[in-house]
T-cell receptor, first 110, second 115 residues
Framework: RKEVEQDPGPFNVPEGATVAFNCTYS??????FFWYRQDCRKEPKLLMS???SGNEDGRFTAQLNRASQYISLLIRDSKLSDSATYLC???????????FGKGTSLLVTP | ETGVTQSPTHLIKTRGQQVTLRCSSQ?????VSWYQQALGQGPQFIFQ???????GRGNFPPRFSGLQFPNYSSELNVNALELDDSALYLC??????????????FGPGTRLTVL
């Protein structure tokens, strides 16, 4: 079983839609959780960290359920510029190896 | 502040050859990690260097090796290249460990093609 699992999509949504991505992780000792964004043929960039209490950054909301080992990302009012691959990332030891999911592809259409 | 840089951007090699990829960490960052990203997959951790020592390794064979220099830059060496080594190789640097949300900053990657 992979350590981090995501629905690969693709998700095709119209501008203005709300879209949710889910992710599960297998190692209960995981300490840190992130969502990264990767544009086509570019490097991954941190979108947001995910905290147990849930956190929001503008149109983006991340949730963590440690009991279910489940992470989510909600994007409201989708923009064309949100089209990218969203990578769920788990870190077992602080500052150490990042474990990436396969990524979920999002295409926002006019 | 200069970000993470990698060289070369693209590389074509043949099976059995050896390759060296280079990474310069972001200013003030002393930890460098290397990842391999095959097409359609998420990045996979190869190893990490901290204070010029290997600080952990993923599930990669010994023909993947690395170095970190006193200025914190790093090299990834791959011997006896195989077709499956074709991938985007990403370098990420991070500052002194600051806690659970320590961010790793990625370079643009080196795209390696093995023929």
């Amino acid at each position: 079983r992979k350590e981090v699992e995501q629905d690969p999509g693709p998700f095709n949504v119209p501008e203005g839609a709300t879209v949710a991505f889910n992710c599960t992780y297998s190692n209960s000792a995981s300490q840190s959780f992130f969502w990264y964004r990767q544009d086509c043929r570019k490097e991954p960039k941190l979108l947001m960290s995910v905290y147990s209490s849930g956190n929001e950054d503008g149109r983006f909301t991340a949730q963590l359920n440690r009991a279910s080992q489940y992470i989510s990302l909600l994007i409201r009012d989708s923009k064309l510029s949100d089209s990218a691959t969203y990578l769920c990332v788990v870190n077992i030891n602080s500052g150490y190896a990042l474990n990436f999911g396969k990524g979920t592809s999002l295409l926002v259409t006019p | 502040e200069t970000g993470v840089t990698q060289s070369p951007t693209h590389l074509i090699k043949t099976r059995g050859q050896q390759v060296t990829l280079r990474c310069s960490s972001q200013s003030g960052h002393n930890t460098v990690s290397w990842y391999q990203q095959a097409l359609g997959q998420g990045p996979q951790f190869i190893f990490q260097y901290y204070r010029e020592e290997e600080n952990g390794r993923g599930n990669f064979p010994p023909r993947f090796s690395g170095l970190q220099f006193p200025n914190y830059s790093s090299e990834l060496n791959v011997n006896a290249l195989e077709l499956d080594d074709s991938a985007l190789y990403l370098c990420a640097s991070s500052p002194l460990w600051e806690g659970p949300t320590n961010e790793q900053f990625f370079g643009p990657g080196t795209r390696l093609t093995v023929l």
